[in-house]
């Protein structure tokens, strides 16, 4: 018996959406004792049953093993307080209208959890929250009466990537630790100790990773401020990577180059690595938007222009724009089109629509007039929810059904499944031999071979014609006033 079984830490993750319901099940499976706490009964009450809100690999597994075992939900915060011995804070933290983060639930959490302390406990932000959160929580607590003898309020963020959330919680590529005091910082390195003494990867049912009992996570112990500066700013400078890409791929497009063997060869480079340097419709979900503006605002209100996030943010706008032009470069006019859209969460592996570049180009085509034939394999319900079907907008079961008497396929997202389509099925179907593809998922020659109208991002288009395919690398760059279509 490992000592995390024989003495496991008692638990309470405040928030059950995909940071804290992943938290929560991930802490069960290294061995603690977890309780989820969330403030909407009906969602507590599914959890209870088996209900799994998100779409997340290997979460249902790790839920119903440790269900009423190791891990239980419930509304109940002040008990969870008082049983607990770390506190993880794990609620939404929006944008605002100012870009600013909205820490309004950060707050309602912090003075409930002070109103229910009643001995020594450790506060964990584990939201994604800006530079001095961590001062104000210690406020709040302190003007609810609590000594600071009583808590330390430390910061322990998130790397997660929705839809291998689970992998990166049990494979981490480092577990960051902001404390005050050695108290403190002894809970959490007791708490990850099951992964950075390689314990938890000598079990048989261990969640497979990178990680092994010979390769284990590094913990990095830092002050509050640097570790949630650390969260910001890694989020930052991934959004920058893939707001590079783009603008490489632009030039790439008016000058003839493939984008994909540009980023191969500044991959290969160790300073810059491969991650993140993909070419597509610009990035979404729920943090790198918000993210880089609560960076950017943070860093205003320190006195710091940080112009380069602005560009940053300005290029990922500009990016979508550009894709919608380049399916008007392809069909000329919208109006009356039927088109086949593969793709609704703002990337593939995840039911998240939130921050979606395929929900905005969706939401462009049908105020176009076009008709829209869409599939997506996890998030066709939450897209119902805002844009609910109807005679423009219709949810397909396949990608063929999608595409069948359609002007053209649209690719927006990138599901492994988007990759495998068997193109000699996919151009039976279709009206016309039309693919615009905002991920890059298939091989230019391949698809001209195969007699298909390929555009796609930072690479020449292959226009087809009766049989005949030629290259033109301005294709995708429409122009207003121009009538170019194919």
């Not at 870009?99 to 932000?125: F, M, T």
């Not at 570790?227 to 003839?256: D, M, P, Q, R, Y």
């Not at 593809?437 to 087809?464: C, E, W």
Request: charged content about 25%; proline content about 5%; aromatic content about 8%.
């Amino acid at each position: 018996m490992s000592e995390t079984e024989k003495h496991p830490v008692s638990i309470a993750v405040v928030g059950s959406g995909y940071v804290g319901l992943v938290a929560a099940a991930c802490f069960a499976e290294i061995g603690h004792k977890v309780v989820c706490v969330d403030n909407d009964e009906s969602k507590i009450q599914s959890l209870q049953q088996g209900g799994i809100p998100i779409h997340e690999d290997f979460l249902p597994e790790l839920l119903e093993r440790h269900r009423n075992s190791r891990i239980r939900f419930t509304t109940d915060l002040r008990t969870a307080t008082q049983e607990a011995e770390a506190i993880f804070i794990a609620v939404g933290t929006p944008q605002s209208e100012t870009g600013s983060a909205d820490l309004s639930y950060v707050d309602a959490v912090a003075s409930e959890i002070a109103r229910s302390i009643d001995g020594y406990k450790v506060i964990v932000e584990k939201s994604t929250v800006p530079v001095y959160t961590n001062e104000w929580i210690c406020r709040v607590i302190a003007r609810n009466g609590i000594s600071t003898d009583h808590f330390d309020v430390t910061s322990n963020p998130e790397f997660l990537r929705e839809g291998t959330a689970v992998v990166d919680f049990l494979h981490p590529d480092r577990i960051v630790i902001g404390a005050q005091t050695e108290r403190a910082a002894s809970l959490l390195q007791k708490i990850y100790a099951p992964l950075t003494t390689g314990a938890y990867y000598d079990q048989s049912d261990a969640v497979p990773g990178p990680c092994s009992r010979q390769k284990t996570p590094p913990i990095l112990q830092t002050s509050t401020k640097a570790a949630e500066i650390i969260k910001h700013a890694s989020n930052a400078f991934l959004a920058t990577k893939i707001s590079f890409i783009n603008a490489v791929a632009n030039i790439c497009e008016a000058v003839g180059a493939d984008v994909e063997d540009v980023a191969r060869g500044m991959g290969m480079d160790a300073r810059i690595g491969p991650k993140f340097l993909r070419a597509g419709v610009g990035y979404g979900g729920s943090c790198f938007p918000k993210d880089v503006a609560a960076f950017r605002n943070v860093a205003e209100l320190v006195g710091v222009d940080f112009a380069l996030l602005r560009e940053v943010e300005a290029i990922n706008e500009e990016q979508k724009q550009r894709f919608f032009q380049k399916i008007r470069s392809a069909l000329w006019t919208f109006r009356g089109k039927s088109l086949c859209v593969l793709g609704l969460a703002f990337k593939g592996g995840t039911d998240d629509i939130r921050e979606s570049p395929a929900l905005d180009i969706v939401r462009q085509l049908l105020n176009e007039g076009s008709k829209v034939n869409a599939f997506d394999p996890a998030a066709e319900e939450r897209t119902r929810e805002v844009i609910p079907p109807n005679a423009q907008m219709r949810y397909c079961s396949d990608p063929y059904e999608a595409a069948t008497d359609a002007d053209a396929v649209l690719i927006l997202n990138d599901w492994p499944e988007f990759a495998e389509l068997n193109l000699e099925r996919l151009r039976s179907v279709l009206r016309y031999p039309i693919v615009v593809d905002g991920r890059n998922l298939y091989d230019p020659a391949k698809m001209a071979q195969m007699g298909f109208t390929y555009l796609s991002v930072g690479r020449p288009a292959n226009i087809h014609h009766s049989g005949i395919s030629t290259q033109d690398p301005q294709a995708g760059l429409y122009k207003p006033g121009a009538t170019r279509g194919f």
